[in-house]
Protein backbone atom coordinates (compact mmCIF):
# COMPACT_ATOMS: atom_id res chain seq x y z
CA UNK A 1 0.00 0.00 0.00
CA UNK A 2 2.99 2.58 0.97
CA UNK A 3 4.72 1.19 -2.21
CA UNK A 4 1.81 2.63 -4.22
CA UNK A 5 1.50 6.42 -2.82
CA UNK A 6 2.71 7.70 -5.74
CA UNK A 7 1.78 7.58 -8.96
CA UNK A 8 2.00 4.96 -12.10
CA UNK A 9 4.93 5.26 -14.33
CA UNK A 10 3.27 4.09 -17.05
CA UNK A 11 1.27 7.75 -16.72
CA UNK A 12 3.76 9.40 -15.75
CA UNK A 13 5.99 8.42 -18.89
CA UNK A 14 3.15 9.29 -21.16
CA UNK A 15 2.87 12.66 -19.54
CA UNK A 16 6.24 13.16 -19.91
CA UNK A 17 6.73 12.39 -23.30
CA UNK A 18 3.96 14.64 -24.36
CA UNK A 19 6.76 17.56 -23.78
CA UNK A 20 10.09 17.25 -25.67
CA UNK A 21 12.46 15.15 -23.40
CA UNK A 22 15.42 17.85 -22.85
CA UNK A 23 18.15 16.83 -24.78
CA UNK A 24 20.65 15.87 -21.51
CA UNK A 25 18.17 13.15 -20.34
CA UNK A 26 18.27 10.45 -21.81
CA UNK A 27 15.42 7.52 -20.68
CA UNK A 28 16.49 6.24 -17.43
CA UNK A 29 14.68 3.44 -16.26
CA UNK A 30 12.09 4.49 -13.45
CA UNK A 31 10.03 2.54 -11.21
CA UNK A 32 6.41 1.87 -11.27
CA UNK A 33 5.69 5.00 -9.68
CA UNK A 34 7.56 7.12 -12.04
CA UNK A 35 11.22 7.48 -9.98
CA UNK A 36 14.26 7.03 -11.93
CA UNK A 37 16.16 3.83 -10.23
CA UNK A 38 19.22 4.38 -8.04
CA UNK A 39 20.06 0.85 -8.21
CA UNK A 40 18.49 -1.79 -10.44
CA UNK A 41 18.98 -5.17 -9.31
CA UNK A 42 18.04 -4.86 -5.63
CA UNK A 43 14.91 -3.75 -5.63
CA UNK A 44 11.40 -5.58 -4.61
CA UNK A 45 10.19 -3.99 -8.41
CA UNK A 46 12.35 -5.97 -9.98
CA UNK A 47 10.04 -8.69 -9.78
CA UNK A 48 7.24 -8.88 -11.61
CA UNK A 49 3.85 -8.62 -9.89
CA UNK A 50 1.84 -12.05 -9.61
CA UNK A 51 -0.75 -12.39 -11.77
CA UNK A 52 -2.85 -13.41 -8.82
CA UNK A 53 -2.15 -9.85 -7.54
CA UNK A 54 -2.83 -8.46 -10.05
CA UNK A 55 -6.40 -9.94 -10.75
CA UNK A 56 -7.23 -8.97 -7.06
CA UNK A 57 -6.14 -5.17 -7.97
CA UNK A 58 -8.60 -5.55 -10.43
CA UNK A 59 -11.39 -6.81 -8.25
CA UNK A 60 -10.77 -3.85 -5.79
CA UNK A 61 -10.76 -1.42 -8.22
CA UNK A 62 -14.50 -2.91 -9.63
CA UNK A 63 -15.67 -2.71 -5.62
CA UNK A 64 -14.10 0.63 -5.31
CA UNK A 65 -16.06 2.11 -8.22
CA UNK A 66 -19.22 0.92 -7.05
CA UNK A 67 -18.88 2.13 -4.05
CA UNK A 68 -17.97 5.94 -5.97
CA UNK A 69 -20.12 5.95 -8.48
CA UNK A 70 -19.51 7.91 -11.50
CA UNK A 71 -17.82 10.72 -10.65
CA UNK A 72 -18.33 10.46 -6.79
CA UNK A 73 -22.17 10.58 -7.06
CA UNK A 74 -22.74 8.16 -4.69
CA UNK A 75 -19.68 8.32 -2.37
CA UNK A 76 -21.46 10.36 0.61
CA UNK A 77 -24.32 7.84 0.35
CA UNK A 78 -21.91 4.49 0.55
CA UNK A 79 -19.63 6.24 3.62
CA UNK A 80 -23.12 7.17 5.69
CA UNK A 81 -24.43 3.67 4.91
CA UNK A 82 -21.16 1.65 5.39
CA UNK A 83 -19.03 3.62 7.65
CA UNK A 84 -17.04 0.52 8.78
CA UNK A 85 -16.86 -1.20 4.79
CA UNK A 86 -15.66 2.11 3.94
CA UNK A 87 -12.83 2.37 6.61
CA UNK A 88 -11.91 -1.38 5.59
CA UNK A 89 -11.36 -0.96 2.23
CA UNK A 90 -9.21 2.33 3.01
CA UNK A 91 -6.86 0.49 5.06
CA UNK A 92 -6.51 -2.16 2.66
CA UNK A 93 -5.63 0.89 0.18
CA UNK A 94 -6.99 3.20 -2.24
CA UNK A 95 -6.70 1.62 -6.04
CA UNK A 96 -3.90 3.77 -7.27
CA UNK A 97 -6.30 4.90 -10.64
CA UNK A 98 -8.47 5.86 -8.38
CA UNK A 99 -6.63 7.41 -5.56
CA UNK A 100 -6.84 11.00 -6.44
CA UNK A 101 -10.64 11.23 -7.19
CA UNK A 102 -11.02 9.45 -3.11
CA UNK A 103 -8.97 11.68 -1.73
CA UNK A 104 -10.45 14.54 -2.71
CA UNK A 105 -13.73 13.11 -1.50
CA UNK A 106 -12.83 11.78 1.08
CA UNK A 107 -10.97 15.21 2.71
CA UNK A 108 -13.79 17.76 1.26
CA UNK A 109 -11.94 19.49 -1.32
CA UNK A 110 -14.21 18.83 -3.73
CA UNK A 111 -16.78 21.02 -2.30
CA UNK A 112 -14.01 23.53 -1.68
CA UNK A 113 -13.30 23.24 -5.86
CA UNK A 114 -17.26 23.67 -6.45
CA UNK A 115 -18.36 26.68 -4.08
CA UNK A 116 -14.77 28.95 -5.44
CA UNK A 117 -15.13 28.65 -8.82
CA UNK A 118 -12.43 31.00 -10.72
CA UNK A 119 -10.65 31.19 -7.14
CA UNK A 120 -7.65 29.47 -8.51
CA UNK A 121 -7.04 31.49 -11.28
CA UNK A 122 -7.14 34.34 -9.98
CA UNK A 123 -4.68 33.25 -7.35
CA UNK A 124 -2.18 31.81 -9.52
CA UNK A 125 -2.56 35.12 -12.65
CA UNK A 126 -2.99 37.94 -10.84
CA UNK A 127 -2.11 37.90 -7.52
CA UNK A 128 1.98 38.24 -6.03
CA UNK A 129 3.30 35.93 -3.48
CA UNK A 130 6.52 37.39 -0.78
CA UNK A 131 7.37 33.36 -1.31
CA UNK A 132 7.92 33.40 -5.31
CA UNK A 133 11.28 33.71 -5.16
CA UNK A 134 11.79 30.67 -1.73
CA UNK A 135 9.23 28.71 -4.07
CA UNK A 136 11.18 28.86 -7.27
CA UNK A 137 14.19 28.24 -5.80
CA UNK A 138 13.07 24.76 -3.88
CA UNK A 139 11.15 23.50 -7.65
CA UNK A 140 14.13 22.41 -8.93
CA UNK A 141 14.80 20.75 -5.60
CA UNK A 142 11.45 18.68 -4.87
CA UNK A 143 11.08 15.00 -6.19
CA UNK A 144 14.28 15.54 -8.57
CA UNK A 145 14.30 11.57 -9.22
CA UNK A 146 10.95 11.75 -10.62
CA UNK A 147 10.11 12.00 -14.19
CA UNK A 148 7.01 14.19 -13.83
CA UNK A 149 9.25 16.96 -12.35
CA UNK A 150 12.71 16.28 -13.50
CA UNK A 151 12.49 18.53 -16.54
CA UNK A 152 13.20 22.56 -15.71
CA UNK A 153 10.44 24.44 -16.55
CA UNK A 154 8.56 21.36 -17.40
CA UNK A 155 4.94 20.44 -16.86
CA UNK A 156 5.89 19.23 -13.67
CA UNK A 157 7.85 21.90 -12.15
CA UNK A 158 5.27 24.28 -13.84
CA UNK A 159 2.36 22.85 -11.93
CA UNK A 160 4.12 22.75 -8.70
CA UNK A 161 5.29 26.32 -8.46
CA UNK A 162 1.43 27.65 -9.35
CA UNK A 163 -0.01 25.26 -6.55
CA UNK A 164 2.48 26.53 -3.81
CA UNK A 165 2.10 29.97 -5.18
CA UNK A 166 -1.75 30.21 -4.77
CA UNK A 167 -1.40 28.51 -1.54
CA UNK A 168 1.26 30.95 -0.12
CA UNK A 169 -1.16 33.77 -1.51
CA UNK A 170 -4.30 31.84 -0.71
CA UNK A 171 -2.90 31.66 3.56
CA UNK A 172 -0.62 34.46 3.95
CA UNK A 173 0.03 33.71 7.37
CA UNK A 174 1.38 30.30 6.68
CA UNK A 175 2.96 31.42 3.54
CA UNK A 176 5.40 29.10 1.65
CA UNK A 177 7.24 26.77 3.52
CA UNK A 178 9.88 24.09 2.83
CA UNK A 179 8.02 20.95 2.44
CA UNK A 180 5.07 21.63 1.32
CA UNK A 181 6.55 21.44 -2.06
CA UNK A 182 6.89 17.57 -1.42
CA UNK A 183 3.05 17.39 -0.45
CA UNK A 184 1.66 19.29 -3.35
CA UNK A 185 4.19 17.26 -5.94
CA UNK A 186 2.84 14.01 -4.65
CA UNK A 187 -0.91 15.26 -4.93
CA UNK A 188 0.07 16.38 -8.46
CA UNK A 189 0.36 12.65 -9.63
CA UNK A 190 -2.73 12.10 -8.88
CA UNK A 191 -4.69 15.03 -9.77
CA UNK A 192 -4.92 18.55 -11.98
CA UNK A 193 -3.46 21.32 -10.16
CA UNK A 194 -6.58 22.70 -9.21
CA UNK A 195 -7.73 19.91 -7.57
CA UNK A 196 -4.67 19.41 -6.37
CA UNK A 197 -4.94 23.24 -4.50
CA UNK A 198 -8.06 22.60 -2.83
CA UNK A 199 -6.52 19.33 -1.75
CA UNK A 200 -4.25 21.18 0.23
CA UNK A 201 -6.41 23.79 1.66
CA UNK A 202 -9.04 21.15 2.55
CA UNK A 203 -5.95 19.34 4.31
CA UNK A 204 -4.18 22.51 5.86
CA UNK A 205 -7.33 24.58 7.01
CA UNK A 206 -9.58 21.29 7.40
CA UNK A 207 -12.72 20.91 5.74
CA UNK A 208 -14.34 17.81 7.12
CA UNK A 209 -11.21 16.83 8.98
CA UNK A 210 -8.88 19.22 12.51
CA UNK A 211 -6.54 21.15 10.06
CA UNK A 212 -3.29 20.43 9.71
CA UNK A 213 -2.03 23.78 9.73
CA UNK A 214 0.15 23.71 12.56
CA UNK A 215 2.55 21.70 10.75
CA UNK A 216 3.37 24.40 8.80
CA UNK A 217 2.75 27.38 10.97
CA UNK A 218 5.63 29.41 13.05
CA UNK A 219 6.94 27.30 15.73
CA UNK A 220 6.07 24.14 13.61
CA UNK A 221 3.64 23.47 16.11
CA UNK A 222 2.09 20.27 15.29
CA UNK A 223 5.36 18.85 14.18
CA UNK A 224 6.82 19.50 17.56
CA UNK A 225 3.66 18.17 18.97
CA UNK A 226 4.00 14.59 16.65
CA UNK A 227 7.65 14.35 17.59
CA UNK A 228 6.61 14.41 21.61
CA UNK A 229 4.00 12.02 20.99
CA UNK A 230 5.74 9.45 18.73
CA UNK A 231 8.63 9.90 21.55
CA UNK A 232 6.58 8.76 24.28
CA UNK A 233 4.88 6.04 22.24
CA UNK A 234 8.02 4.43 21.55
CA UNK A 235 8.92 4.31 24.89
CA UNK A 236 5.73 3.16 25.86
CA UNK A 237 5.28 0.30 23.29
CA UNK A 238 8.77 -0.46 22.83
CA UNK A 239 10.91 0.46 26.39
CA UNK A 240 14.27 -0.93 26.00
CA UNK A 241 14.55 0.56 22.45
CA UNK A 242 13.02 3.81 24.25
CA UNK A 243 15.39 3.40 26.45
CA UNK A 244 18.29 3.06 24.01
CA UNK A 245 17.32 5.79 22.48
CA UNK A 246 17.64 7.73 25.41
CA UNK A 247 21.50 6.73 26.28
CA UNK A 248 22.20 7.22 22.53
CA UNK A 249 20.76 10.85 22.81
CA UNK A 250 18.72 9.80 19.97
CA UNK A 251 15.20 11.35 19.26
CA UNK A 252 12.62 11.42 16.50
CA UNK A 253 13.56 14.66 15.02
CA UNK A 254 16.85 13.07 13.83
CA UNK A 255 15.35 10.32 12.37
CA UNK A 256 11.29 10.84 11.58
CA UNK A 257 11.84 13.79 9.22
CA UNK A 258 12.90 14.33 6.10
CA UNK A 259 11.15 14.86 2.64
CA UNK A 260 10.82 11.13 1.32
CA UNK A 261 7.71 9.95 -0.49
CA UNK A 262 7.17 6.66 1.37
CA UNK A 263 6.05 7.30 4.95
CA UNK A 264 7.51 4.04 6.29
CA UNK A 265 10.94 5.79 5.43
CA UNK A 266 10.26 9.28 7.08
CA UNK A 267 7.54 10.08 8.75
CA UNK A 268 6.97 13.21 10.82
CA UNK A 269 7.62 16.22 9.34
CA UNK A 270 5.46 18.08 6.87
CA UNK A 271 6.19 16.02 4.21
CA UNK A 272 3.93 13.67 2.01
CA UNK A 273 3.14 11.32 4.50
CA UNK A 274 1.12 13.44 6.18
CA UNK A 275 -1.41 13.14 3.24
CA UNK A 276 -2.57 10.20 5.62
CA UNK A 277 -3.55 12.13 8.66
CA UNK A 278 -6.46 12.77 6.31
CA UNK A 279 -6.92 10.61 3.26
CA UNK A 280 -5.93 7.79 5.21
CA UNK A 281 -7.26 6.79 8.83
CA UNK A 282 -6.11 9.36 10.93
CA UNK A 283 -2.36 10.16 12.06
CA UNK A 284 -2.56 6.96 14.11
CA UNK A 285 -1.46 5.26 11.45
CA UNK A 286 1.52 7.07 10.80
CA UNK A 287 2.46 6.22 14.56
CA UNK A 288 1.35 2.65 13.62
CA UNK A 289 3.89 2.65 10.71
CA UNK A 290 6.40 4.02 12.39
CA UNK A 291 5.95 1.70 15.88
CA UNK A 292 5.92 -1.35 13.39
CA UNK A 293 9.26 -0.22 11.53
CA UNK A 294 11.19 -0.13 14.89
CA UNK A 295 9.60 -3.02 16.33
CA UNK A 296 10.10 -5.32 13.43
CA UNK A 297 14.28 -3.69 13.23
CA UNK A 298 14.47 -3.77 17.08
CA UNK A 299 16.85 -6.86 17.77
CA UNK A 300 19.26 -4.71 15.48
CA UNK A 301 18.65 -1.44 16.03
CA UNK A 302 19.57 -2.25 20.01
CA UNK A 303 23.00 -3.48 18.48
CA UNK A 304 23.18 0.26 17.11
CA UNK A 305 25.41 2.77 18.75
CA UNK A 306 24.03 6.64 17.79
CA UNK A 307 25.87 7.03 14.13
CA UNK A 308 24.97 3.65 12.92
CA UNK A 309 21.60 3.87 14.85
CA UNK A 310 20.72 6.85 12.85
CA UNK A 311 21.90 5.77 9.38
CA UNK A 312 19.95 2.58 9.96
CA UNK A 313 16.65 4.50 11.12
CA UNK A 314 17.24 6.55 8.08
CA UNK A 315 17.47 3.29 5.54
CA UNK A 316 15.18 0.75 6.91
CA UNK A 317 15.92 -2.53 4.81
CA UNK A 318 13.65 -3.49 2.14
CA UNK A 319 12.59 -6.35 3.41
CA UNK A 320 11.27 -4.80 6.77
CA UNK A 321 9.16 -2.32 4.12
CA UNK A 322 7.25 -4.90 2.95
CA UNK A 323 3.62 -3.48 3.47
CA UNK A 324 2.01 -7.05 3.13
CA UNK A 325 3.86 -7.67 6.23
CA UNK A 326 4.12 -4.56 7.81
CA UNK A 327 0.63 -2.87 7.47
CA UNK A 328 -0.86 -6.19 9.51
CA UNK A 329 1.32 -5.41 12.22
CA UNK A 330 1.06 -2.04 11.79
CA UNK A 331 -2.91 -2.19 12.42
CA UNK A 332 -2.35 -5.03 15.61
CA UNK A 333 -0.28 -2.21 17.23
CA UNK A 334 -2.95 -0.19 19.72
CA UNK A 335 -1.96 3.38 19.97
CA UNK A 336 -4.05 5.74 21.57
CA UNK A 337 -3.69 8.98 20.58
CA UNK A 338 -6.70 11.33 21.68
CA UNK A 339 -5.99 14.40 19.28
CA UNK A 340 -6.26 11.73 16.82
CA UNK A 341 -8.75 12.01 14.48
CA UNK A 342 -10.67 8.72 12.65
CA UNK A 343 -12.16 8.73 9.65
CA UNK B 1 42.40 10.64 4.30
CA UNK B 2 39.55 8.18 4.53
CA UNK B 3 36.21 9.27 3.82
CA UNK B 4 34.61 6.64 6.23
CA UNK B 5 34.16 7.78 9.53
CA UNK B 6 35.88 5.16 11.62
CA UNK B 7 35.17 4.09 15.35
CA UNK B 8 38.21 5.01 16.49
CA UNK B 9 39.16 8.61 17.49
CA UNK B 10 40.71 10.53 19.87
CA UNK B 11 38.24 13.39 19.77
CA UNK B 12 34.94 13.51 18.38
CA UNK B 13 33.07 17.40 17.64
CA UNK B 14 29.79 18.16 16.69
CA UNK B 15 29.51 20.75 14.15
CA UNK B 16 26.74 22.22 12.83
CA UNK B 17 25.83 23.97 9.40
CA UNK B 18 23.69 26.93 9.11
CA UNK B 19 22.59 29.67 6.58
CA UNK B 20 19.99 30.20 4.20
CA UNK B 21 18.13 27.92 2.29
CA UNK B 22 19.62 27.01 -1.01
CA UNK B 23 23.30 28.34 -0.13
CA UNK B 24 24.74 24.78 -0.19
CA UNK B 25 24.82 23.35 2.85
CA UNK B 26 24.25 19.57 1.96
CA UNK B 27 26.15 20.20 -0.89
CA UNK B 28 29.59 21.08 1.58
CA UNK B 29 28.44 18.04 3.91
CA UNK B 30 28.52 15.87 0.68
CA UNK B 31 31.28 16.81 -0.15
CA UNK B 32 33.73 16.62 2.97
CA UNK B 33 31.95 13.58 3.97
CA UNK B 34 31.49 11.23 0.82
CA UNK B 35 33.24 13.80 -1.91
CA UNK B 36 30.06 13.78 -3.81
CA UNK B 37 28.17 16.96 -5.17
CA UNK B 38 24.49 16.79 -6.88
CA UNK B 39 23.18 19.31 -9.21
CA UNK B 40 19.78 17.37 -8.07
CA UNK B 41 19.63 17.38 -4.90
CA UNK B 42 16.73 17.85 -2.66
CA UNK B 43 16.32 20.49 0.04
CA UNK B 44 16.65 20.02 3.11
CA UNK B 45 13.65 19.40 5.85
CA UNK B 46 14.55 19.08 9.31
CA UNK B 47 18.06 17.97 9.72
CA UNK B 48 20.13 15.80 8.20
CA UNK B 49 23.81 14.05 9.49
CA UNK B 50 26.57 13.14 8.80
CA UNK B 51 30.27 12.49 9.85
CA UNK B 52 33.78 12.09 9.24
CA UNK B 53 37.30 11.74 10.58
CA UNK B 54 40.35 13.57 10.04
CA UNK B 55 44.08 13.99 11.80
CA UNK B 56 45.11 16.75 13.05
CA UNK B 57 48.59 16.84 14.83
CA UNK B 58 48.54 13.21 15.35
CA UNK B 59 45.25 12.78 16.59
CA UNK B 60 42.46 11.54 14.95
CA UNK B 61 39.80 14.22 15.31
CA UNK B 62 36.35 13.43 14.28
CA UNK B 63 33.77 15.85 12.93
CA UNK B 64 30.01 14.71 13.35
CA UNK B 65 28.07 17.48 11.42
CA UNK B 66 24.41 18.36 11.69
CA UNK B 67 23.19 19.98 8.43
CA UNK B 68 20.32 22.14 8.97
CA UNK B 69 17.08 23.10 6.80
CA UNK B 70 18.13 26.65 6.15
CA UNK B 71 14.23 27.98 6.01
CA UNK B 72 13.56 30.20 9.30
CA UNK B 73 10.32 28.60 9.88
CA UNK B 74 12.42 25.24 10.13
CA UNK B 75 14.51 26.71 13.50
CA UNK B 76 11.79 25.91 15.98
CA UNK B 77 13.28 22.20 14.91
CA UNK B 78 16.82 23.13 14.19
CA UNK B 79 17.44 25.25 16.96
CA UNK B 80 17.64 22.13 19.02
CA UNK B 81 20.98 21.17 17.15
CA UNK B 82 23.26 23.99 18.29
CA UNK B 83 23.16 23.12 21.80
CA UNK B 84 26.70 21.52 22.15
CA UNK B 85 28.13 22.22 18.80
CA UNK B 86 31.93 23.31 19.56
CA UNK B 87 32.15 24.27 15.96
CA UNK B 88 30.28 26.28 12.99
CA UNK B 89 29.97 27.23 9.63
CA UNK B 90 27.97 29.47 8.83
CA UNK B 91 27.38 29.64 4.58
CA UNK B 92 26.03 31.93 2.53
CA UNK B 93 26.05 31.94 -1.49
CA UNK B 94 28.67 34.48 -3.04
CA UNK B 95 26.25 34.96 -5.95
CA UNK B 96 23.21 36.30 -3.45
CA UNK B 97 23.55 39.36 -1.61
CA UNK B 98 20.29 38.70 0.52
CA UNK B 99 21.76 34.82 1.53
CA UNK B 100 25.43 37.87 2.86
CA UNK B 101 23.15 40.06 4.48
CA UNK B 102 21.62 37.67 6.98
CA UNK B 103 24.45 36.43 8.20
CA UNK B 104 24.48 38.81 11.07
CA UNK B 105 20.76 36.91 12.17
CA UNK B 106 21.85 33.47 11.86
CA UNK B 107 25.63 34.64 14.34
CA UNK B 108 23.13 36.41 16.49
CA UNK B 109 21.04 33.25 16.66
CA UNK B 110 24.42 30.63 16.67
CA UNK B 111 25.42 33.03 19.91
CA UNK B 112 22.95 32.79 21.20
CA UNK B 113 22.53 28.84 21.92
CA UNK B 114 26.35 28.06 21.62
CA UNK B 115 29.14 28.57 24.15
CA UNK B 116 31.36 31.34 23.35
CA UNK B 117 34.27 29.26 22.58
CA UNK B 118 32.73 27.55 19.63
CA UNK B 119 34.49 27.86 16.64
CA UNK B 120 32.60 29.95 13.97
CA UNK B 121 34.00 30.20 10.38
CA UNK B 122 31.82 32.26 7.34
CA UNK B 123 31.82 30.23 4.19
CA UNK B 124 31.14 32.07 0.73
CA UNK B 125 30.13 29.35 -1.36
CA UNK B 126 29.30 28.87 -5.08
CA UNK B 127 32.98 30.46 -5.67
CA UNK B 128 32.84 28.78 -8.63
CA UNK B 129 29.97 30.72 -10.74
CA UNK B 130 32.26 33.87 -11.33
CA UNK B 131 30.35 35.59 -13.46
CA UNK B 132 27.85 35.64 -10.91
CA UNK B 133 29.60 36.73 -8.22
CA UNK B 134 27.78 39.77 -6.07
CA UNK B 135 29.52 39.51 -2.77
CA UNK B 136 33.31 40.11 -2.91
CA UNK B 137 35.73 38.41 -1.21
CA UNK B 138 37.13 41.97 0.79
CA UNK B 139 33.25 42.04 1.90
CA UNK B 140 33.44 38.77 3.23
CA UNK B 141 36.62 38.98 4.69
CA UNK B 142 35.51 42.37 6.74
CA UNK B 143 32.27 40.68 8.14
CA UNK B 144 34.82 38.25 9.45
CA UNK B 145 37.11 40.33 11.26
CA UNK B 146 34.42 42.64 12.91
CA UNK B 147 32.75 39.48 13.70
CA UNK B 148 35.38 37.82 14.85
CA UNK B 149 35.18 34.64 12.76
CA UNK B 150 37.40 32.47 10.53
CA UNK B 151 36.80 33.12 7.10
CA UNK B 152 36.75 30.74 3.50
CA UNK B 153 35.57 30.58 -0.05
CA UNK B 154 34.62 27.59 -1.21
CA UNK B 155 32.77 25.65 -4.10
CA UNK B 156 31.16 22.21 -3.57
CA UNK B 157 30.65 21.75 -7.22
CA UNK B 158 34.68 22.56 -7.84
CA UNK B 159 35.43 20.53 -4.44
CA UNK B 160 37.84 23.78 -3.58
CA UNK B 161 38.72 24.58 0.07
CA UNK B 162 35.86 22.30 0.97
CA UNK B 163 38.00 19.84 3.19
CA UNK B 164 40.11 23.33 3.81
CA UNK B 165 37.40 24.86 5.69
CA UNK B 166 36.26 21.96 7.40
CA UNK B 167 39.75 21.01 8.22
CA UNK B 168 40.74 25.11 9.50
CA UNK B 169 37.58 24.72 11.61
CA UNK B 170 38.53 21.03 13.21
CA UNK B 171 41.95 22.19 14.06
CA UNK B 172 41.36 25.00 15.44
CA UNK B 173 38.38 23.65 18.02
CA UNK B 174 41.16 21.32 19.11
CA UNK B 175 43.91 24.16 19.67
CA UNK B 176 40.99 25.13 21.93
CA UNK B 177 40.63 22.32 23.36
CA UNK B 178 44.22 21.90 24.30
CA UNK B 179 44.30 25.29 25.47
CA UNK B 180 41.68 25.01 27.68
CA UNK B 181 43.21 21.76 29.11
CA UNK B 182 46.56 23.32 30.06
CA UNK B 183 45.11 25.93 31.38
CA UNK B 184 42.80 23.54 33.68
CA UNK B 185 46.61 21.80 34.58
CA UNK B 186 45.64 18.72 32.37
CA UNK B 187 47.62 17.36 29.95
CA UNK B 188 45.44 16.78 26.71
CA UNK B 189 46.23 13.30 26.63
CA UNK B 190 44.50 12.26 29.49
CA UNK B 191 41.11 13.35 28.10
CA UNK B 192 39.18 10.16 28.05
CA UNK B 193 39.05 8.57 24.59
CA UNK B 194 35.97 9.36 22.43
CA UNK B 195 34.56 11.80 24.99
CA UNK B 196 33.14 14.40 23.22
CA UNK B 197 34.87 17.67 24.05
CA UNK B 198 32.97 20.80 25.64
CA UNK B 199 35.17 24.27 24.69
CA UNK B 200 32.98 25.87 27.48
CA UNK B 201 34.72 27.21 30.31
CA UNK B 202 32.52 26.28 32.57
CA UNK B 203 31.98 23.27 31.54
CA UNK B 204 28.70 22.96 30.51
CA UNK B 205 27.39 19.28 29.76
CA UNK B 206 27.74 18.76 25.94
CA UNK B 207 24.57 17.74 24.48
CA UNK B 208 26.82 14.89 23.39
CA UNK B 209 29.00 14.25 26.10
CA UNK B 210 27.88 10.57 27.00
CA UNK B 211 28.55 9.47 22.93
CA UNK B 212 31.87 7.35 24.15
CA UNK B 213 31.64 5.76 20.18
CA UNK B 214 33.67 2.78 20.98
CA UNK B 215 31.73 -0.39 20.33
Known sequence: ?343 | MAYMSDDDYDYLFKVVLIGDSGVGKSNLLSRFTKNEFSLESKSTIGVEFAARSIQVSEKIVKAQIWDTAGQERYRAITSAYYRGAVGALVIYDVTRNATFENLERWLKELRDHTDSNAVIMLVGNKADLRHLRVVSTEDGKALAERENTFFMETSALESMNVDHAFTEVLTEIFHVVSRKALVAGDAVAVLPKGQTISVSMEDEVSALKKKVGCC
Open chain 1, 1 to 343: MFSRLASDAEMEKRRADEFEPGPASPLKPVDRFGFVKQDQNNSLEAKNRPTNEVEREERRIRKWRKMIGVGGSDWKHYVRRKPHVVRRRIRKGIPDCLRGLVWQLISGSRGLLLMNPGVYEQLVIYETSASELDIIRDISRTFPSHVFFQQRHGPGQRSLYNVLKAYSVYDRDVGYVQGMGFLAGLLLLYMSEEDAFWLLVALLKGAVHAPMEGLYQVGLPLVQQYLFQFEQLVKEHLPKLGQHFSEEMINPSMYASGSDISVTKRFMTPGPPFVWHVLGTGVKIVFQVGLALLTVCQNNLLKLAFEKLIHALRNFPEEALDPEKLLPLAFSIKVFVTYSISF
